[in-house]
């Protein structure tokens, strides 16, 4: 019996001593409300932007709350276009661009579907034709001519941004973020 007490104390103490960590580890990654106001931030005057979205993804329930608060707080339209295969990509970018008229991409994971180089190249070549900025959720979207993307470290959040595509986007990053932007050179 007395036994059983301590076994069951050393597992709750465990219990304790790991939740915060999963917790810090959570609280690294930029949060949909930090990134959609940074892009007010880097592109004054935004009102709609579009959000594809991978309706596969387990994070769905998580995050599409989180757009309707963020779109709330900062004042921006957010649209959420839900893409199952690469067949609906095309589709729903046209949708987006012709009835919601957005005037941004923003991918917020880089997961399933939209970790593919074939996603990727499509959203990218047809938002940069359309004159739209990608706001995306990783270094690989840089490289092929998406715009920004952020990092949270134990300073704060960093941009990674492609300077030329930025440029040519219309996008300015403001004095406050200028030490903590890297600004990669792409091929």
């Keep these: 019996m007395r036994m059983r007490k301590i076994q069951l104390l050393a597992v709750g103490l465990v ?3 790991t939740a915060p960590t999963s917790r810090l580890e959570t609280e690294t ?3 949909p409300i930090q990134q959609l106001f ?5 592109k004054p005057g935004i009102e709609r932007i579009g959000v594809i979205w991978d309706k596969n993804s387990a994070q769905r329930d998580q995050v599409l709350p989180q757009l309707q608060r963020a779109s709330a707080a900062t004042n921006v339209k957010v649209i959420v276009a839900e893409v199952t295969s690469l067949q609906e990509v095309a589709p729903q970018f046209r949708t987006l661009q012709r009835e919601h008229q ?3 991409i923003w991918i917020l994971e880089d997961a399933g579907l939209l970790a593919q180089a074939a996603t990727r190249s499509f959203l990218i070549k047809n938002a940069t ?9 990783s270094e690989a979207w840089l490289k092929e001519g998406a715009c920004v993307t952020w990092k949270k470290d134990a300073d704060g959040i960093r941009l990674l941004v492609n300077k030329a595509v930025a440029e040519a986007m219309g996008i300015t990053i403001p004095p406050k973020y200028q030490d903590r932007t890297a600004f990669l050179a792409m091929n």
């Design 38 to 42: 940074l892009i007010k931030e880097l």
């Design 15 to 17: 219990l304790v001593f």
């Design 102 to 104: 957005v005037q941004a």
């Design 29 to 31: 990654e930029v949060t």
């Design 129 to 137: 034709q359309a004159g739209m900025p990608v706001f995306a959720p």
